[in-house]
């Protein structure tokens, strides 16, 4: 069983920038590609970051150019680095499998607001 624990969120001015990470443990050998989601509110939860175990990344068309995910297979962490927030990036990000196999953790919340 995979579990997820994610973190780093929090309130970030518009053009700011943070790191979410998510420490992965469990059957994790299985798992051929991360991702992180985000759900904002009444919206429904949306991937928009990729990668797999070879390290291909692919984005959402709203977020390219401007996050970049990335792992640290030694610590089993996916990051994911987002620049040049807007606040339409405001909402809950959670990591997982693509496509998700695991219980949702409680994920981080990210508000972009001035």
């Known amino acids: 069983q995979l579990q997820l624990v994610e973190s780093g969120g929090g309130l970030v001015q518009p053009g700011g920038s943070l790191r979410l990470s998510c420490a992965a443990s469990g059957i994790i050998f299985s798992i051929t590609r991360m991702g992180w989601y985000r759900q904002a509110p009444g919206k429904q939860r949306e991937l928009v970051a990729g990668i797999t175990r070879g390290g291909t990344k692919n984005y959402a068309d709203a977020v390219r150019g401007r996050f970049t995910i990335s792992t640290d297979n030694a610590k089993n962490t996916v990051y994911l680095q987002m620049n040049s927030l807007n606040a339409e990036d405001t909402a809950v990000y959670y990591c997982?499998?693509?496509?998700?196999?695991?219980?949702w953790g409680q994920g981080t919340q990210v508000t972009v607001s001035s």
């Open positions: 997982n499998a693509v496509p998700a196999v695991a219980s």
